[in-house]
């Protein structure tokens, strides 16, 4: 088993919380996190019809089946659990009596929030960071390899093919977690906003633009964004809220958290082909916001990350937000620096007065800039822990 970087936090909340809730994507290893972590605790897949059953028509007995503490995989599909849940960890002392996973966070979330609020410690696993890949010396060294063939653990420990796995994923997706949250009729249509929202991968979110291309109405956008958004298939950047030159744009920035995803969506399935796309500088942006994302959520941390725009067309790829102390980093997909990378970090630190800015690309030169700006390799960023 690959080690995960979330390993140290969920330990930790284990014995702080009376149960735990692992939410993430479907194939990012919590099942596999969990078993190994917990190996004394009987573990119950309530994807499994029998044990759905189960629990839906008897929870009580359910439960009771599983007093001493269980894992309880999937969870969400069965909330009729949780009020039984609330009385057992009320009624007990013993840290970390239930591990909870799910792979769809508004679900899972809904019914915490109505029973377990206050008695339960969340964390999330995104598929495998940069950091986790580089110890175990398995990640691709060719960032264009890197981006085709993603992080979903079956890639590298199970060695299913990228062009298999993702194509599999998609429609699996789509006919468990689409069809849990929202009964969509017509999944062609649902497809094919998927990948007309590929196609936009680190650009803004223009839902009047796609509810015309799709051909539904923007309150099905918005719904639809909520369900890719619960499910961990998308991530919404915001645009940092503070108006240095009252101009700037307010629609979030639009995230796959993985790019072997949106290669697959979009027909992209070899490097040469990748290398000559013009989605590869996007892509290129979502693999590095992605890995600070995955930074942030392996440590149980809040996703301080925001991007800035003025409608002049300045842009900073990324803000991070520290209790008002900001830190600007570009993100370049090009491996030679030139002058034309240092000119929006220019533009926004003059603007906000701001000293220290990043700038990360796939080149290997270390720099460090008269005005402030560092540039590094983007693969150094685990180092960095900014």
């Not at 958290?257 to 979009?266: A, G, M, P, Q």
Request: hydrophobic share 35%.
């Amino acid at each position: 088993m690959i080690k995960r970087d979330a390993i140290k936090k969920l330990t930790q909340l284990a014995k702080t919380f009376k149960a735990v809730s692992i939410t993430g994507p479907r194939q990012s290893g919590k099942t596999t996190l969990v078993k190994s972590l917990f190996k004394d605790k009987p573990y119950v897949s309530l994807e499994n019809p029998d044990s759905r059953n189960f629990a839906i028509n008897d929870p009580r007995g359910f439960i009771d089946t599983y007093a001493n503490g269980a894992i309880l995989d999937e969870v969400q599909r069965t909330p009729e659990l949780f009020s039984y849940l609330q009385e057992i960890l009320d009624n007990s002392k013993q840290k970390g009596l239930f591990i909870l996973t799910g792979s769809n966070n508004f679900l899972l979330q809904q019914s915490i929030s109505q029973t377990l609020a206050g008695r339960i410690g969340s964390i999330t696993l995104l598929p495998f960071s940069m950091n986790e890949l580089s110890e175990k010396k398995i990640i691709p060294d060719s960032d264009d390899e890197l981006m085709l063939k993603g992080f979903y653990p079956p890639v590298y420990d199970q060695k299913i093919p990228v062009g298999d796995f993702c194509p599999n994923y998609i429609r699996t997706y789509i006919e468990k977690d689409v069809r849990q949250i929202k009964n969509i009729t017509n999944l062609i249509i649902f497809e094919k906003f998927l990948s007309l929202l590929a196609g936009r991968c680190a650009q803004e979110l223009n839902m009047s633009s796609l509810s015309s291309e799709v051909g539904v109405d923007v309150k099905t956008i918005q719904s639809w964004i909520g369900i890719l958004e619960s499910s961990y298939i998308i991530y919404l950047l915001k645009p940092h809220y503070k108006n240095f030159n009252k101009t700037i744009v307010k629609r979030p920035k639009i995230y796959f958290y993985d790019t072997s995803l949106v290669c697959s969506l979009l027909g992209i399935f070899s490097v040469n082909h990748l290398q000559s796309h013009p989605v590869r500088g996007f892509l290129f942006e979502n693999m590095v916001i992605t890995e600070f994302v995955k930074q942030r959520t392996n440590k149980g941390l809040p996703v301080n990350l925001f991007y800035w725009r003025d409608k002049t067309g300045h842009e900073i790829d990324l803000i991070i937000d520290n209790a008002g102390i900001l830190l600007p980093i570009e993100i370049k997909s090009g491996k030679t620096i030139n002058n034309d990378f240092f000119k929006n970090i220019g533009y926004w630190c003059k603007l906000s007065n701001q000293k220290k800015s990043i700038l990360l690309y796939s080149g290997n030169e270390y720099q460090k800039r008269s005005n402030g700006t560092e540039v590094y390799n983007w693969r150094k960023l685990t180092e960095l822990n900014l």
